[in-house]
Every structure is written in C-alpha cells, then in structure tokens.
C-alpha cells in the first residue's frame, strides 16, 4: 500500500469535463480521457457531473429511447474501462425503470457497476422543470435492476465501502438533494459514509456561487465528512441559463481544492481526504455518536485501487503553523477573539475575588508581555484604575538590558505600579542553605530562580490583597518547560491556552489595535526578542547565551505536532510524514524526527505539572486543562510512541541530529 493509503489519504477528483447535450458518444469519450488523466494523477475516485453521460440540458430529449439506451451502453464503456484504469468512477445518466425515468448516478469500479443511486429531490422552480421527465427516489419501489445482463443494485439506501481502506465508505446524493432541508447525505454519514458525493448542475447566478460554496462547507463540517461536489460546465446548453463548472471538495468544514469557473475545457479539482482524520473527529464528537440514522442501509464492499503517482507527497493544505492563520486579516481576526476571550476571562475572576489590585511578574519577553497586555485591558473592562497593577521585574543572573528596560518603559507607558526586586543576593543565600555550588548551572540553578520570583509574587500578593496572574503559554506547558511551583504556578494564568508560535502575532496585533506612539513601538522590540527564560548568566560583552529553542527545539515543529496528535490524534509516524510536507524547506527529516522524539518524551513525562495547573481561558481548540480537554495520567507510559518512531527508517537523512 502507497503511503498516503497507509495513512488514511484518499485522493479524489471532482471532474467537469467538457461534453455536448445528447451526443454520447462524444460526452463517452470525454470522460473516459477525463479518468486516465486523472489515474496519472493518482486520483483514487472520480466524480462526474449529474446526467454527465447525456449533459443535463437536454430537456424533452430524455424522453427518447435512442437516448436512454445510449446511455446505459455508455455506463457500460465506462464501467470496463475501470477494469483497466485503476479508478472508481461515479457518472450521472438517466435510467428508464418500469415506464418511469429517473435521474441517477451509477457507481463503477474494477469493471463493474456496483450501484446506482436515483435523485429524491426535483427541483420545480424558477428555471427548474425536472420532474416533466423524472421521477423521484421516493417513488421507486425496486431494490436493483438490469445493467448489461447483470442485476445491479438500485435504491438510495446504497453505501460503498473501500474494504482495503479502513472507514472509507462512500455515499452519493445528487445535486439538489443538497440544498434540500434534510439532505440524503447526512443520513449516510450517520451510517457510517466518510466520504459523500454529489454530481450537480447548478447553474450560475449572481451570487450563487458563494452561496453554494457555503453549503458544500456546512454539510462536509456538519457530517464530519468530506463532501465532493462536481459541477456541469459550460458547454452544457445556454438556451436560458449558463453553467459554470464549480467544482469544489471539502473536508470537515474547510474547502480543500475548487475549480475555476466558466472553462470550456476538462478542469478537475483535485485532494487528498484524510479519512482517518474524520473517524477521529466522529469518535471524539459526543453529538455525532448519540445521532442515529433514519433509514438502513445496504453495504457494498469494492477494491480501492492503488495510486499509480507519486505516494509521498499530500495534494491537501498542511498548515506550517496550525494555530497561526496564514491569511493576515484573519489573523488579525483570530487575535481579536483570543485577546478578548483573556481579558474577559481574568475580568471575572478579579470580579468574583472582589479585588482592584493584579500582581505580574514582567520580565520584557513575549509571554509576560502578553499576560500584562491582557490585566491592562481587563482592568479597563472593569473600570479599575491601573494603579493597581502590581507590575514587578525581578532581574536575575541573566536578565539582559534589553529585556530590562523594555519592561521597564512598558510598565511606566502603561501607567502602572511597579516593584523592582533583584533576586540574585536572595539566591545566592538559598544556594548557600542548600549546599548548591553557584559555578554549577544545572536545574537547581535555574529552578531555585524560578521559584524564588513566584515566592516574591506570592508574597506582594498576600500583601496587596491581590491575584496573582500567570504567564505560562500552551506550548511550555506541553513540553513542561517552566518550573514545578514555579512559574508553573499562578492564581488565575491567562496565556494557559495561547500557544507559543501566537503569543508574537498577539503582542503585535495588541501594538497596532489597542496602541499607538512609544507603547506600540516598545511592544514591536519585545516582539522581535529571543526566547528565554533568562536563567544562566550572560556571557561576554553581557551577551545572551541561554536559549529556549536550542535546547528543546522549534517551538514552530513543536506547535505542529502538538496541534496534530490532539486535535487529530494522529500516531507519531503519520504526523512525521506531514511534517516533512510542511516543512520539507525548512528541516531535514532526521531533524524533524529528533524533534519529534523529545515532543513525545517531554510530553508524557511532565504531565505531572499539567495535572497541578491553575484555572486559565481556554481560547482555542487544544487545551490541556485536567479539568477540561485534556486527562492523562501523569505516571503513563511513552514507550508505545517512541517504539512506533524508533522503527522508522530514514533513508534519505542528508544531515545528522
């Protein structure tokens, strides 16, 4: 099996190929040049427009026999030629049942025909006449029919099940099925149907387009599916209307890949679905599990051919950075709810402690900046005046000047209290109580820091009657990268579930919407600062020489795998082999791996502090609260994912980690 398969990747094409109304013969050999083209592309499953064989524009033509009989010989062709191109093909053509006609969809595969499915919705309206040649599925009272000598079945209560590809189940329901208020589809979904099909003709109208689009989007997030959607193009009759060929697949609510409209010529859209990836949202989606479908269905197994293209590389969008949007107004949007959701959330718990006074510990780096960022805005939200922000810089054995004075022209730009409380003669007796060598700059250096300035701000906040409000982002807790009753620990942490690689784009976005002048030129330098906890001593010159991401790794791949082991689940090899997609420009695979390794190591072995976390906002749709999203058991074991990862070969490692 080629690697996408492995991984539960189903590469699909939505085809609108360019056809002539009522010649079939022509239309035939459109289509079939349409599914060879796409088998070089690797394509797995081919949809076609609805009455793709005939052109859905051909009126009272439909009502010929000559006609109708064609297009059965057609489905025929097109059926045998999946026994030599290794496809699955969907096709529309109208089927002349016991005296009625109905519009249908036929499912082909390794040859066969192994089902066809009738239309239940016949639009009547405005431009619509369909039901002057068709009849309804409702009517229907047979379960198969005759195709060639060969009894093949008939219904709408039809599922087709790839049998080598585990929870690959496909649906169809044709066209205006989908604009209906209780669409076929979304029984097929509740019965299991992964993948849903719609050859349509739609034709075009001012606005219509987005609108259709939306709907393709709704369904695909409301089933948990993935909805293909092929559209009739152009050269279907424009006597009084016009298609545009607006093909589109969608996956859970996000449009994968569309058509350009209006192309005479055979255009496809063309992805890879994940099903695994929509079997983990089901499982985990309590509403999905407790829906239950209307009517059963018949199954019908089928051999998923393999992909003849290249396997390893994704036709599907792979965020970079999953919690970053790439597009800047949505961006900027995104950073709008989070800053508000943080504000709103500290807001009423300094409303519920009935106190005016915060205590922060500013340090001049992202996350504290943020933090103060956002109990500036709370306090407004409440009226408060500013002055009771405690905002306190504890400078210590590798506090640099630029961090220094950054949270110190902040502090005063903002109008707030501060404290300056120097911790190195506080620590240097601790290390003394203790038996610590000061040369050695090991955890219990860098701990006995931490734990020292949560001490402080615990302390002013006992004295001020105060809260004391945290600073820790998504992303240390994931790694455990802060110290137990430490930094670990606050009364109320408000960047709790802020990932690292947005805490920059917030401050930024706090720099040019809430501010202006100095302020927004202070937040811009911090915004460029290094990260680091600013624990070892500088080195010469007063130079910085402790930081974050040389000793754990990008918080960029961390971010990425931790968005895709909880958000999608996905097994460590599978997330390694989209992290080489995303960052095939960035990092060597061998990089990406020992990275991959320390997440999973780290990860698993410092759930103890996440078990212990303040209350903070959950802001986004990862979240590691133990009273929330995330419960683990701190003492559970890692082997399992690091074995997966050990048994890799990497082959085409250029660089040794």
Not at 464 to 483: H, Q
Request: charged share 20%; proline share 4%; net charge negative.
């Amino acid at each position: 099996m080629s690697d996408r398969s492995s991984f539960g990747y189903v590469r699909v094409a939505a085809i609108s190929p360019e056809l002539e109304p009522a010649n079939i013969g022509y239309n035939t050999e459109a289509i079939l040049l349409a599914l060879r083209e796409a088998s070089k592309e690797g394509c797995q499953v081919a949809l076609f427009p609805e009455l793709s064989i005939t052109g859905y524009t051909c009126a009272d033509l439909f009502y010929q026999s000559l006609l109708l009989s064609h297009a059965v010989e057609s489905l025929i062709r097109i059926a045998d030629e999946t026994s030599r191109v290794p496809i699955t093909v969907v096709v529309g053509l109208p089927l002349a049942i016991e005296g009625r006609i109905y519009n249908c969809a036929a499912f082909a595969s390794g040859g066969h025909v192994l089902g066809i499915v009738p239309k239940t919705y016949l639009p009547t309206t405005n431009e619509y006449y369909e039901e002057r040649w068709f009849t309804s599925a409702r009517e229907n009272k047979v379960t198969d029919v005759e195709v060639g000598g060969v009894r093949v079945a008939f219904g709408t209560d039809l599922l087709f099940q790839a049998s080598n590809v585990a929870g690959c189940i496909l649906g169809i329901e044709i066209c205006e099925d989908l604009w209906a208020p209780n669409p076929p589809s979304t029984d097929q979904a509740l019965s299991g149907a992964t993948v849903l099909l719609n050859p349509s003709a739609s034709n075009e109208l001012l606005g219509k387009s987005e609108y259709r689009r939306d709907l393709v989007k709704q369904q695909s997030a409301r089933c948990l599916a993935a909805y293909v959607y092929a559209g009739a193009g152009p050269s279907e009759s424009t006597t009084d209307v016009v298609f545009g060929g607006h093909s589109l697949i969608a996956e859970n609510g996000t449009v994968l890949q569309e058509t350009n409209r209006f192309e005479f010529a055979t255009h496809m859209a063309i992805a890879d679905i994940d099903v695994q990836r929509l079997v983990h949202e089901r499982m985990r989606n309590s509403s999905y599990s407790v829906s239950s479908p209307i009517k059963t269905f018949r199954r019908f197994d089928f051999l998923m051919q393999e992909c003849v293209a290249d396997s390893k590389q994704l036709l599907r969008p792979i965020a970079r950075t999953p919690f970053v949007p790439s597009d800047k107004q949505r961006r900027s949007e995104h950073c709008r709810e989070i800053f508000a959701i943080q504000s709103a959330g500290l807001a009423k718990r300094l409303r519920h402690a009935g106190t005016s006074t915060a205590v922060i510990g500013v340090s001049g780096g992202l996350d504290s900046t943020l933090a103060l960022l956002v109990t500036t805005k709370s306090f407004d939200i409440l009226g408060l005046s500013r002055d009771g922000i405690l905002a306190v810089t504890m400078p210590g054995f590798g506090t640099t000047e630029r961090t220094k004075n950054n949270a110190d022209r902040l502090i005063s730009l903002l109008k707030l209290s501060s404290r300056t409380i120097p911790i190195q003669e506080a620590v240097q007796q601790h290390f003394r109580d203790i038996g610590h060598d000061e040369s050695i700059h090991d955890i219990t250096y860098e701990n006995s820091q931490a734990r020292e300035r949560t001490q402080i701000l615990m302390d002013l906040a006992n004295k001020t009657n105060g809260v004391v409000i945290g600073t820790g982002d998504l992303s240390e807790l994931a790694l455990g990268w802060c110290t137990y009753n430490g930094d670990h620990m606050s009364m109320y942490n408000v960047n709790g579930g802020v990932p690292k690689t947005l805490v920059r784009y917030l401050v930024e976005w706090v720099a040019d919407s809430e501010f202006e002048g100095e302020i927004s030129n202070v937040l811009h330098d911090i915004s460029l600062t290094p990260i680091t906890p600013e624990l070892l001593p500088l080195g010469e010159d007063s130079t910085l020489i402790q930081k974050t991401e040389e000793t754990i790794g990008p918080y960029e791949l961390h971010d990425f795998f931790l968005f895709n082991m909880m958000r999608h689940q996905f097994a460590p090899r599978k997330i390694l082999f989209i992290a080489r997609q995303a960052f095939a420009d960035r990092f060597e695979t061998g990089e990406i791996l020992h990275w991959l390794k320390v997440f999973y190591r780290r990860f698993f072995s410092q759930q103890f502090k996440r078990s212990a976390l303040p209350d903070g906002p959950k802001v986004g749709s990862v979240a590691l609260s133990p009273r929330g999203d995330w419960r683990m058991p701190s003492d559970a074991s890692v082997d399992l994912w690091l074995s997966e990862l050990e048994s890799l070969e990497v082959s085409d490692v250029r660089r040794s980690v």
